[in-house]
């Protein structure tokens, strides 16, 4: 019989085991996008997620208005991945395992529940949203209330639209304007570079949130700037429509810059936010359950040992000015209120000079001087923000644009001007020329030339800290 070389039976024993070994454990690292899903009493709506998992660690980013960017310790056996971020109350923990092409699994804390799905996929843009400082000091806040981000210089009031080109940003010509392009700009997970120079990213504490009012948990970021002790905190009223927190990240970034913490949640209804919305309306009644909302949401802050409970305000644009007012003349924990372009009239009188300016869409075919003559001559209707405005013992101050075409300024300043005057009072207005519905710098305040320009109105944010500084708000 003819032998065979050892090499050949080595190789025939080789080959047998292989074919007979079970395949390699897939891997799990590498980045994974989906969604997350709240149950009730929370918002269901899902929110964008992705998990860079390498080795030990995961890169966590949640969707706009959500925290940015976390590094939390991971846990991998075999197809099982488990981690958690903060949140209050209690950490959220994930708990997901590899089924064919997909990472499913649930997710939870003290309040909530949910489930989560990911795919393989890119890092979520979102990641680099927030807010840099250059070497001087100056602010640089990269945000998205929806569509694309936007960069605010707020010192100078520098405000634009940036579009993705390649692994960078064009910087826009103007607000909603691209071309012709400004400059480039580049973000990354501790620093951006604008137009050559860098700004190191602010390491503000971002943690998801869930805060009870009523029967519903309304889903809050909390943003907590670096630094020791106790600080300021902010929650913010929302204007109309049904908004997300994400509409809060102009003012919030700025606010943090400023050492205040600010509780960002989402509407009554929306997105994680749980609970019936009420409507765009603003009746009595939705009024009335907007400001609830807002007092449920300074309460909480008051117990979070982080938060100085004598110096938590709220803010809020427009509509707001109907809301903030009803909050704090009724929660003691509200110690003071900063409104942009509030109206202090009526919602009918405000509504129809709204009307009557087509909103800012087109340029009036009448002066401003004969809105407003009939806007008087139709007189108050529906909810009236004076008796609460009137019943406010705290700080407040209203800040207005100019050139609004959805609140009538000077008919706002007519109403409010007397009781700033009365004794015991720390009411204060100011009257930005130029400054539309938005605050954004204009001739005529219409939507077109708003989306043209690339500047705030002038001193916007200055007068803010300014204010907040002098009566010791700010961190």
């Known amino acids: 019989m003819k032998r065979r070389p050892i090499t050949a039976i080595i190789a025939l024993v080789v080959v047998a085991a292989c074919a007979g070994a079970a395949p390699a454990a897939p891997k799990l690292g590498g980045t994974w996008a989906g969604t997350i899903s709240f149950?009730?009493?929370?918002?269901?709506?899902?929110?964008?997620?992705?998990?860079?998992?390498?080795?030990?660690?995961?890169?966590?980013?949640?969707?706009?208005?959500?925290?940015a960017r976390q590094s939390v310790a991971a846990r991998v056996t075999g197809k099982r991945v488990r981690f958690s971020i903060p949140a209050r109350p209690g950490a959220l923990a994930f708990d997901g395992r590899l089924t064919g092409r997909?990472?499913?699994?649930?997710?939870?804390?003290?309040?909530?529940?949910?489930?989560?799905?990911?795919?393989?996929?890119?890092p979520l843009a979102e990641a680099t949203l927030g807010l840099y400082r250059f070497a001087d000091g100056q602010p640089l806040g990269v945000w998205s209330?929806?569509?694309?981000?936007?960069?605010?210089?707020?010192?100078?009031?520098?405000?634009?639209?940036?579009?993705?080109?390649?692994?960078?940003?064009?910087?826009?010509?103007?607000?909603q304007t691209r071309s012709p392009s400004a400059g480039t700009a580049s973000f990354g997970g501790s620093s951006a570079t604008w137009r050559?120079?860098?700004?190191?990213?602010?390491?503000?504490?971002?943690?998801?949130?869930?805060?009870?009012?009523?029967?519903?948990?309304?889903?809050?970021?909390?943003?907590?700037?670096?630094?020791?002790?106790?600080?300021?905190?902010?929650?913010?009223?929302?204007?109309?429509?049904?908004?997300?927190?994400?509409?809060?990240?102009?003012?919030?970034?700025?606010?943090?810059?400023?050492?205040?913490?600010?509780?960002?949640?989402?509407?009554?209804?929306?997105?994680?936010s749980g609970g019936s919305y009420p409507g765009g309306f603003p009746s009595q009644s939705v009024v009335d359950q907007y400001a609830r909302d807002v007092e449920a949401q300074a309460r909480w802050l008051r117990t979070q040992p982080e938060i100085d409970p004598a110096r938590i305000g709220v803010a809020g644009v427009s509509q707001a000015g109907w809301i903030m007012p009803v909050a704090v003349s009724r929660e003691p924990a509200l110690r003071f209120m900063l409104g942009f372009v509030p109206p202090t009239l009526?919602?009918?009188?405000?509504?129809?000079?709204?009307?009557?300016?087509?909103?800012?869409?087109?340029?009036?075919?009448?002066?401003?001087?004969?809105?407003?003559a009939e806007v008087r001559r139709a007189g108050p209707s529906g909810v009236d923000p004076m008796p609460a405005i009137r019943a406010m013992r705290v700080p407040a101050l209203w800040l207005f644009g100019g050139k609004d075409r959805i609140v009538p300024t000077r008919l706002c300043v007519e109403r409010l001007e007397p009781v700033t005057h009365e004794a015991g009072r720390d009411f204060s207005y100011r009257v930005f020329p130029g400054g539309t519905h938005g605050l954004v710098r204009t001739a005529n305040g219409l939507l077109d030339e708003q989306d043209r320009s690339s500047s705030m109105v002038d001193g916007l944010y200055p007068a803010i800290r300014e204010w907040l500084q002098t009566r010791g708000f700010t961190g």
Do not use: M
Request: glycine share 14%; aromatic share 4%.
């Open 145 to 175: 209330g929806e569509g694309p981000r936007i960069a605010s210089l707020y010192d100078t009031g520098e405000v634009r639209g940036l579009y993705a080109t390649g692994g960078r940003y064009a910087i826009g010509s103007g607000l």
């Open 346 to 372: 009526t919602q009918g009188e405000t509504d129809l000079w709204a009307q009557l300016n087509d909103q800012g869409r087109s340029a009036p075919t009448r002066t401003d001087e004969d809105l407003e």
């Open 196 to 272: 050559g120079a860098r700004a190191a990213r602010v390491p503000v504490r971002a943690e998801e949130a869930f805060v009870r009012s009523g029967s519903a948990l309304l889903g809050c970021t909390l943003s907590i700037p670096p630094g020791a002790g106790k600080r300021p905190a902010i929650v913010f009223a929302h204007g109309g429509g049904a908004s997300p927190r994400s509409y809060n990240s102009i003012n919030q970034l700025y606010l943090n810059h400023l050492g205040i913490t600010t509780l960002s949640c989402d509407k009554r209804g929306i997105a994680q």
């Open 102 to 122: 997909r990472i499913d699994g649930s997710v939870r804390n003290r309040a909530v529940r949910g489930r989560f799905s990911l795919r393989r996929g890119r």
């Open 39 to 67: 149950r009730s009493p929370a918002g269901t709506e899902p929110v964008a997620i992705s998990v860079e998992l390498r080795g030990r660690r995961a890169v966590v980013a949640l969707g706009r208005g959500h925290p």
